[in-house]
């Protein structure tokens, strides 16, 4: 440390290539979140390298009003303002990918880091983006040509605290640009074993959970532009993401429906296997009034999960097996014309998408050291969705103030197949939106925005077949009559620039919900007929909610140099939300919403010294009754994260760097009654090599 600290004044005298690329673009990317009408933030290269992150969930849990959702240590589940998963939309260069699953989202752990550019966050989006995305957008922008020549390299060696072993990762890049060619190729390799123990007590009887995981992820991501002429392009992009991985449980202790612990002997077995692509097509056309962009996309998933499981029971041992494929396939037109005039841009957009999704799913279920299985559940069923849409926007400016009315239709079909059913849905959606931008003064501006959106359900929660859930005790049941929940929102902010690499923004929001999808429990499977005995759980479509909140977010650098030499990253968010519970009928806050979120960072010298906090407030897990007994309420307890990174730059085109994640080895608390549980997250120490030229 004392060696790096003497050195840092040295560094600051020569040229540091990887410093002028992230700072150029920081300066980009605050440029773009300042120009624009709508409220947004626009995460740089910079930020998205901090800290050794590994995938795009990494990145956004430290956003305001965002948290995610997974195991220890795996973001993958991404939440806006508490809302669950189907409520945003994820959409990677734009388009919202195939590899949806159950509630169309897409894991954000599937997508390296390596992999992007930037990330758009906008949270009441213009009608654009789509009218499929009622707590916001996370526009994922994959790596772009560049103007010259550019190649980079990182080799890293990473262990976590829960495991022995060290867990290699290695990325590369390489991009150029010709006469009339420019092209970028990518790839990315990540291999961890982790160890997610799961310490549980009620006073009287203590037990564990202790999983095993190993996981691989690699990605790569290719695009080439040919100037066809002055005026015209063409580009292709390809993405390719492949995410492979292994669990073993093993457990002595279990969770009861009704509250509780009881002593068990469990152990289980999982694999995981995502694979997905997407290919686009892209001729954009410019006159010297006019744009006309027109894509073709098509995109591929497939997901395979395997899971055996081995329970004992009151009956004795049990052995289940959950055998499920889905194969998910859309193609998408896009056609997208912008005018120029003096004080107006109109923007006008057509769009198709054919999307099916061939879902496989069996249950097997046997009494243990039985040959046999006794009883077979077919979950599979067959779902084609359509939707036809089109949009409209005028861009003007009148003095200081731009503002952008809109209006966005579509037209959406869906139609399903099971072993016994057959059904079919359809829907129009009219959401117009209006976003205001007011210049009070230099470089400080009012923003309003007004917008409505839908919510399309949850693939298996529209389409009535039954998925067993060996390991929660549950059937998840589909309802064909679900209709997509509706948010009409309104958010006011003020932004405030400081030169080219500073801001300070405070926002708020309030959203009205209609047709909010909650689940409720509608029954049990009777053992007395041959059932499982396991809750029947099944969404339905609830009156009405508000969601509501406000943030800070401030960029300030202090002390600058060329090389910018500190700087304080800091927001904090408020949260809050009055749903009607779908069981007893009263009001309550939204699952898991924490009311309190804030991340808080100091970067000294462009990150060659960082330290970084994360905190997320107390969470709830709505309880009720289950056949007249008192579930108590799910409690996560308030957590808080430290990481930490230092960097020295040896030559000027690279770095070493150690990264350290969660510090204080924080454990994750959760309570229910008198059982309360200790999850534990790990500490993670990266040790790398990085290179750009």
Request: hydrophobic share 35%; glycine share 6%.
């Amino acid at each position: 440390m004392f060696f790096l600290l003497n050195n840092v004044q040295a560094q600051d005298t020569i040229v540091i290539k990887e410093i002028i690329v992230e700072g150029n673009a920081l300066q980009n990317a605050i440029e773009l979140q300042k120009e624009a009408i709508p409220s947004k933030i626009v995460i740089s290269k910079k930020d998205i390298s901090n800290f050794g992150n590994h995938t795009a969930g990494d990145v956004l849990k430290r956003m305001p009003r965002i948290f995610v959702q997974g195991p220890p240590s795996f973001n993958r589940n991404i939440m806006i303002a508490g809302l669950d998963k189907q409520f945003q939309s994820v959409l990677v260069d734009g388009n919202r990918p195939a590899g949806g699953e159950d509630y169309r989202d897409l894991k954000l752990d599937r997508i390296p880091v390596d992999m992007i550019d930037e990330i758009e966050i906008i949270y009441n989006p213009s009608v654009e983006y789509g009218g499929d995305a009622a707590a916001g957008v996370i526009n994922i922008k994959l790596k772009e040509t560049p103007e010259k020549r550019s190649y980079s390299a990182n080799i890293a060696m990473a262990n976590t605290s829960t495991h022995t072993g060290v867990n290699p990762e290695f990325n590369a890049s390489y991009g150029d640009k010709l006469k009339k060619i420019s092209f970028v190729t990518a790839y990315s390799y990540n291999r961890f074993n982790r160890e997610n123990y799961n310490a549980i007590t009620n006073g009287k009887i203590s037990g564990s959970e202790d999983e095993n995981i190993k996981v691989h992820i690699q990605g790569f991501t290719g695009t080439i532009n040919y100037l066809i002429s002055d005026r015209s392009i063409l580009k292709y992009k390809y993405f390719f993401s492949d995410y492979a991985e292994d669990q073993s449980l093993l457990a002595n202790i279990k969770l009861r429906t009704q509250g509780g612990l009881s002593l068990t002997a469990d152990t289980s077995t999982n694999n995981i296997v995502r694979r997905l692509q997407s290919h686009l097509l892209q001729l954009s056309t410019s006159g010297n009034h006019w744009k006309w962009t027109n894509t073709v996309s098509y995109g591929q998933n497939y997901d395979s999960k395997i899971r055996e499981q081995n329970q004992l029971k009151s009956i004795g041992s049990e052995v289940t097996l959950e055998n499920e494929i889905q194969h998910n396939n859309e193609a998408i037109l896009n056609s997208a014309f912008t005018c120029f005039l003096k004080k107006h841009r109109i923007k006008t957009g057509l769009r198709a998408s054919d999307f099916r999704r061939i879902y496989n799913r069996l249950t097997y279920t046997k009494p243990g050291g039985a040959m046999f299985w006794s009883e077979v559940v077919d979950g599979s069923y067959d779902l084609w969705e359509n939707r036809f849409g089109g949009y409209v926007a005028d861009e003007f400016c009148i003095g200081n103030l731009e503002a952008e009315p809109a209006l966005r239709l579509d037209y959406d079909t869906r139609r399903y197949e099971t072993t016994s059913d057959k059904g079919n849905y359809e829907y129009i959606s009219l959401n117009p939106s209006l976003h205001i931008k007011y210049s009070a003064a230099k470089d400080l501006f009012l923003k309003a925005d007004l917008a409505r959106q839908i919510s399309r359900p949850p693939f298996n929660q529209q389409v009535p077949v039954d998925k067993i859930k060996n390991k929660k005790e549950t059937i998840e049941r589909g309802n064909k009559n679900l209709k997509p929940a509706r948010l009409q929102t309104i958010s006011l902010g003020t932004e405030k620039y400081f030169g080219n690499n500073s801001y300070l923004t405070v926002r708020g929001f309030y959203s009205i919900m209609r047709d909010l999808i909650e689940s409720r429990q509608v029954g049990f499977d009777d053992k007395t007929i041959g059932g499982t005995g396991y809750r029947i759980i099944q969404a339905i479509n609830v009156d009405s909610g508000l969601v509501y909140g406000a943030d800070v977010d401030a960029h300030i650098e202090f002390l600058k140099s060329v090389t910018n030499k500190l700087s304080l990253n800091s927001n904090f968010s408020y949260l809050g939300s009055e749903v009607r519970d779908a069981t007893s009928g009263n009001m309550r806050r939204l699952n898991e919403q924490p009311r309190w979120i804030t991340n808080n960072s100091v970067d000294y010298f462009n990150s060659i010294l960082k330290l970084q906090m994360n905190y997320i407030d107390k969470r709830f897990l709505a309880g009720g009754t289950d056949e007249g007994t008192l579930v108590n309420t799910l409690v996560y307890e308030p957590y808080m994260q430290w990481d930490a990174r230092i960097k020295y730059f040896f030559k000027p085109y690279a770095s070493i760097y150690l990264n350290a994640c969660n510090i204080f080895d924080q454990h994750l608390k959760i309570s229910q009654g008198d059982v309360r549980e200790s999850e534990t997250v790990g500490r993670d120490i990266r040790v790398g090599i990085s290179m750009i030229f």
